[in-house]
Every structure is written in structure tokens, then in C-alpha cells.
């Protein structure tokens, strides 16, 4: 690993950070900090100076800062030039970019440009015991297993995913400096031409399970889509938000959306109530991060138990009825 600093690339939701830059920043801080470097958020763009005080007060110790007329849409080779010169300036050690699409295309090319390792869509990112190396986690096999992947070159590039970390409060009280750098672009530079952005729109059922405070799913222990009506009853009355595993939502017993796992919707919910899940590590990696989780299993020896905080040794079909009436009559 080289002694450079840790980067986050920042993206820009509108006016405001991104959600997973913010995400990013509080794993890249953890980072710094036990390996005694700094914080670098690089922002590019145009008219980007709100962007550049946010990644301050949520943790940077140095924004670095390009503004240009040129960079105001993404585009892939402007933006990997100024990149590129800003590397060979500060020559950092670790790079960490979202898992967006602009993100992942940024990413690769910076790798081949640049000729360095790269792990794409990690989950998670640790330091080995002695901190020497990385150990970059990363989903396998549909989210089945999860790889722990080594970067051999001496500069290291990662991709992460939203919600792979819990996003840091802000500090207005942070001490953080702007370093303004030129682009140094020509008109040249610029090959694509923007012709329109046009939003689109998250979808309504993700995003509010996204934002729930307590979220109800449902596993293969609901035996059929026709008992899939407890989950839905029982989020009804409790105010709270339906989630499945993947499973449940390839056989359609739900929308898609509603998936809770690695390759669907990471969740951080209040209250994580899971109903016949057996614990699958795709679904765990999902909801792991509930501040409370209750999980009902007629299997003591469910993985689900290891990860739950409250775990009941019941048959769903008896008690989530119980259930529902008692809270109900409440």
C-alpha cells in the first residue's frame, strides 16, 4: 500500500452530497484514522461550493475542488483527464468511488488509465490484523458468498455499493481545508456532447422501505404466496413497511422491489421483524445493521438466530395471527 491518503470521490444529488458519498465517507474515515492518514474528497464539477463545504462538515480533513463550465454534466473523458492529473499530484493510496453508473464507468477507467487494481461493488472494505493490506468484500454468486479480494498493486481502487455503510452524522465543528485546482480543459477535451437529464424517479415501494422505520419480511417459511397476507397484515398493524427475501421475490409472491438482500435493498430499519427466514448470508447482509431484529423460526437451529437480537422458536402460522390481534387490541 502506498503512504499516500484515502480518497472519496464525491457525487452530487443536485445541490447536496449524495447519500453514498456520505455512506462512503464514514468507512474512508474509519479507514484513515486507523492507518494515520488523511481524508480527501475530491469533487468535480461546476458551480460544486456547497458540495465542497458538505464533504467538510461530514468528516473530509481536505476537499479538493475543481470547478469548471466543462465539467457541469458527466462525461467520461474530461473528467478521467482531470482525475488522472490530480492522482500524479497527491498520489494517493486508496481511491473510493460509488458504485453508480457514472461511478463504475469513472472507475474502470481510471484503473486501465492509470494501471491499478481495482475491486468492483464491495460490500464492505477491512484492514487486515497488522493493517499491512486491504481485504475488499465483495458478493459472489448472486450474493450467495462473499469473496475477500486483494489488491496486488501499490495504489488501490475500489467501487462500493449504497447502503454497504451506515452514513456519518455531520460536524459542523470539523476543521477541513478547500483546495482549489484548475481543470486545465479545452473545448477539445470534451468528445460527448449533453444534450438533456431527465430524472428518474425511485420506485415507490423501494424507496419507502428504504426510508421505514420498521419493516416486516418474509421468507420460504410462508410455505406459499397464499400465506403471504401475515407479512402484509402484520406491517399494517404495525405502521411498518413489507420486505422478502430473494427467494420469495423471484417466485412472485411479491414485487421485486420489496427484496431485501445484497442484490436487492439494503436496509437499516428501527425494527427488523423476519418471518420464516432462514438467514441466508445474501438476505443477513441486507439487514444486519437493524437496530433491533426480531426473528420467528420454528428452527432453533436457524443461522437467522445468530444475527437476531430476539429470536422465537414458533410456527409462524400460530403466533402471527396472535400477534396481529394482540397489537390490534392494543
Known amino acids: 500500500m502506498k503512504n499516500g491518503n484515502i480518497w472519496v470521490i464525491a457525487e452530487r444529488n443536485g445541490d447536496t452530497l449524495s447519500n ?36 467538510g462538515v461530514y468528516g473530509a480533513d481536505r476537499v479538493i475542488q475543481v470547478n469548471d463550465k466543462l465539467l457541469e454534466h458527466y462525461t467520461t473523458l474530461p473528467f478521467t483527464k482531470v482525475i488522472l492529473n490530480l492522482i500524479d499530484k497527491y498520489d494517493p493510496a486508496l481511491i473510493m468511488i460509488p ?12 484503473c ?7 475491486v468492483a461493488d464491495c460490500h464492505d472494505i477491512k484492514l487486515t490484523d497488522d493493517k499491512s493490506d486491504i481485504k475488499f468484500i465483495r458478493p459472489t454468486f448472486d450474493g450467495k458468498l462473499f469473496s475477500d479480494v486483494r489488491i496486488s498493486s501499490e495504489r488501490m481502487i475500489a467501487t ?45 415501494l423501494l424507496e419507502s422501505l428504504l426510508n421505514s422505520k420498521v419493516v416486516v419480511s418474509g421468507g420460504m417459511g410462508l410455505k406459499s404466496a397464499e400465506n403471504w397476507h401475515l407479512v402484509e397484515e402484520l406491517a ?13 421475490a423471484d417466485l412472485g409472491w411479491c414485487a421485486k422491489e420489496l427484496q431485501v438482500g445484497v442484490t436487492g435493498a439494503v436496509v437499516k430499519p428501527d425494527v427488523y421483524i423476519a418471518l420464516g427466514i432462514s438467514g441466508a448470508i445474501q438476505h443477513i447482509n441486507g439487514m444486519k445493521d437493524s437496530s433491533v ?19 422465537i422458536v414458533a410456527d409462524l402460522f400460530e403466533f402471527v395471527p396472535k400477534l396481529i390481534e394482540k397489537i390490534k387490541a392494543l
Not at 470534451?190 to 428518474?200: I, M, N, P, Q, R
Open 160 to 204: 462500493v455499493g449504497k447502503g454497504a455503510f451506515v452514513r456519518q452524522l455531520r460536524n459542523e465543528d470539523n476543521k477541513y481545508d478547500i483546495i482549489i485546482e484548475e481543470s486545465n480543459l479545452t473545448e477539445e477535451d470534451v468528445k460527448t456532447t449533453f444534450v438533456d437529464f431527465e430524472k428518474s424517479d425511485m420506485d415507490p
Open 20 to 55: 453514498i458519498t456520505i455512506e462512503i465517507m464514514s468507512k474512508a474515515k474509519e479507514l484513515s484514522k486507523a492507518l494515520d492518514k488523511k481524508l480527501s474528497v475530491v469533487t468535480i464539477g461546476y458551480e460544486n461550493d456547497v458540495i465542497a463545504k458538505e464533504a
Open 236 to 248: 399494517e398493524a404495525l405502521g411498518a413497511n413489507v420486505g422478502a427475501t430473494k427467494p420469495v
Open 99 to 110: 458504485a453508480t453508473v457514472n461511478g463504475r464507468d469513472f472507475a474502470g477507467r481510471i
Open 112 to 118: 486501465a488509465k492509470n494501471n491499478t487494481g481495482l
Open 293 to 311: 431484529i426480531i426473528a420467528v423460526n420454528n428452527d432453533p437451529e436457524a443461522p437467522i438466530f445468530k444475527t437476531a437480537h430476539y429470536g
